[in-house]
């Protein structure tokens, strides 16, 4: 997708433009992260490398525990998922149960709420993820929601409770454990590829 498309406000490397959601589904097709999010269609710079190796990471664990247990599914962005809201989200990794999974069907979007979702932060992205689409996931019922975040080291791990999250900040000497996924806990430097 052409960038010109989506010039009318940048920040810091998120490019932002109101628009339908018409128009949205009428753009072409890209392995760019694109999302709908509050009327406005919203395009994120490429990943890093080290955002790239995160993912790898996070995503080999946890598909290796779902896979071995037969949980359901793990997917990873680019990955349209359209939220009861009619916002369209692609998270960079996303966990869904066997019924939740029952709604992926190879030539259309997902419409469902993932169990889980993991978003890694990027320099154009952190208030993205950690403002709006924080806000977005609880109000759609995400039950849980971890927004890694490599410079500082950390995972914040967001529990829905009463439709309100809850937050566990961990250092990358804590271990991790899944509320959503039972049995699965990690050192998060491990988990997120620090060596």
Known sequence: MATEVLDEATESGLTRRRATVEEFWSLPETVLPVEYVNGEITMAPVPTPEHQIASRVIFRALDGLVLKQSLGEVFYSPFDIVLPSGDVVQPDIFFLTPQEAERVS????????????????????????TITKRELYEKNGVREYWIVDLK????????????????????????????????????VGELIGLK
């Open 106 to 129: 190879p030539r259309k979007r997902l419409h469902a709420v993932p169990s889980l979702v993991i978003e890694i932060l990027s320099p154009g992205t952190a208030k993205h993820d």
């Open 152 to 187: 500082e080291r950390s995972i914040a791990q967001l529990v829905l409770r009463r439709k309100h999250y809850v937050l566990k900040e961990l250092g990358e000497g804590d271990t991790i454990k899944s509320v959503v996924l039972e049995g699965f806990e990690m050192n």
